[in-house]
Antibody
């Protein structure tokens, strides 16, 4: 059974960089069939896709965050990571990692979420 | 970006009721539409992909339909464990975008 587990950074100070890691068990980050992504949810609000990565290096980012986001994958450790720089209170949220199935269509790459991690709360505060 | 609009934003229903939630895309997304269920304090759970295909292990009381811009999620007979917030999401194009959610509450 696939399991995704986010690391727990907890509290991050304003202007610093948020760093999260998702450890994958029961599956492989080096599978060509999947992307690995991050989604966040501010307290009491809806879901926002942050970005996704394929082990081959292909990445997609939300344009609203692209200047501050880096997603990377470490297939040797079976992990993928999120870095979000210059955080503010607006970045306070539950952060979820997710597996996304890859498809190739006439529209290009499509990726849909099939598994989610349990989430980790990140609070930005001094 | 493709905007996803769900209606209603909340609804009250009784156990055994048939419930339908609507999701509208600001432009056509073909059938690249997913539905998720989220219970309070929990991670979302994937229910449906490709507008109408059930994820593995999801009970058949959930069904999805639609194509292009208009989609529905139906719960055939609402049970206590189905009270949650439901989100739609398009994955035809980047950025991936979610609807604002529909909270299903007990009447």
């Amino acid at each position: 059974q696939l399991q995704l587990q986010e690391s727990r950074p907890g509290l991050v100070k304003p202007s610093e960089t948020l760093s999260l890691t998702c450890t994958v068990s029961g599956g492989s980050t080096s599978s060509s069939s999947f992307y690995w992504g991050w989604v966040r949810q501010p307290p009491g609000k809806g879901l926002e896709w942050i970005g996704s990565i394929h082990y081959g290096g292909s990445t997609y980012y939300n344009p609203s965050l692209v200047s501050r986001v880096t997603i990377s994958v470490d297939t040797a450790k079976n992990q993928f990571s999120l870095q979000l720089s210059s955080v503010t209170a607006a970045d306070t949220a539950m952060y979820y990692c997710a597996r996304q199935r890859k498809g190739i269509t006439v529209f290009g790459v499509v990726i849909d979420i099939d598994y989610w991690g349990q989430g980790t709360l990140v609070t930005v505060s001094s | 970006d493709i905007q996803m609009t769900q209606s209603p934003s909340s609804l009250s229903a009784s156990v055994g009721d048939r419930v339908t939630i609507t999701c509208r895309a600001s432009q056509g997304v073909s059938d690249y539409l997913a539905w998720f269920q989220q219970k309070p304090g929990k991670a979302p759970k994937s229910l449906i992909y490709a507008a109408s295909s059930l994820q593995s292990g999801v009970p058949s009381k959930f069904s999805g339909s639609g194509y292009g811009t208009d989609f529905t999620l139906t719960i055939s007979s609402l049970q206590p464990e189905d009270f949650a917030t439901y989100y739609c999401q398009q994955y035809k194009s980047f950025p991936l975008t979610f609807g604002g959610g529909t909270k299903v509450e007990i009447k």
